[in-house]
């Protein structure tokens, strides 16, 4: 049985991985800011019939991260697997683009993969087996308007990516990016509010020339079809498979 520790994993795509990882076996630490944390995680470790723990670990504090994997190590054995998922977002033009959303979403989006990462390396190196899967997005291939923040850190999650896959290769220690067009979740419903905002549109008209426009596929991207993606990435039969940004984006990355 393998320990994984998944980064917003009580809310959105996270929570979707952290259900599929609970259904194969593999015991959990989800980290999350719900007020409910707590509760999810049991609820999971009930019906499964795993192990689970929760942190509301600040990810925009490098010292949180690491007592949040040392609690990993420390309540369930070691950590095999991480999965980079947490994420915020931020819509506006450049020119007003607030300072402070800025540096949350750089410190969450792409230094928190880096200091997870940091944390769980030297155990996975020792043991000689490791899977780290960032999720990372569409936005890590491609750019759009009025995300600035976000498609930098992408962007920077894309290069981590492909270091650690670099780093990792002789201890079997693999690290890829799940990247998705758009996943009907909280953060983007409330991007939809921000961009009909921005682009003074309708929500529905949002939704058909702004999100999906770039996406041949109609369709937002499925929760569970980033899950089972996750899921194969963590297993031996993907000791082959590192450094790649593998799209699940309807298209989108293929024009």
Known sequence: ??????????????LGIATKFASQGYNLLLNGLEKNGEEITQEIAREYGVRAVFSPANLQQPEQIKRMVQ???RELGQVDVLVNNAGIQHVSPVEEFPEDRWDAIIAINMSATFHSAKAVWS?????????????AS????????YKVAYVAAKHGVAG???VLALEGAPYGITC?????????????EAQIADQA???????????????????????FVEVQAIAGLALHLASEAASQLTGALL???????AQ
């Not at 049985?1 to 996270?14: E, L, P």
């Not at 890829?176 to 983007?188: D, K, M, Q, S």
């Open 138 to 145: 569409a936005h890590a291939l491609r750019a759009s308007e």
């Open 197 to 219: 905002r921005v682009h003074q549109m309708s929500e529905a008209e949002v939704i058909e020339k702004v999100m999906l426009k770039k996406q041949p596929v109609k369709q």
């Open 123 to 135: 155990g996975m190196k020792a043991r000689g087996f490791g899977r780290i899967i960032n999720i």
């Open 71 to 73: 609690q990993a190590e």
């Open 247 to 253: 799209p699940i984006d309807g298209g989108w990355s």
């Open 176 to 188: 890829n990016a799940i990247c998705p067009g758009y996943v009907r979740t909280p953060l983007v």
């Open 1 to 14: 049985m393998k320990n994984a520790i998944i980064t917003g994993g009580t809310s959105g795509i996270g």
């Open 160 to 162: 981590i990516t492909k």
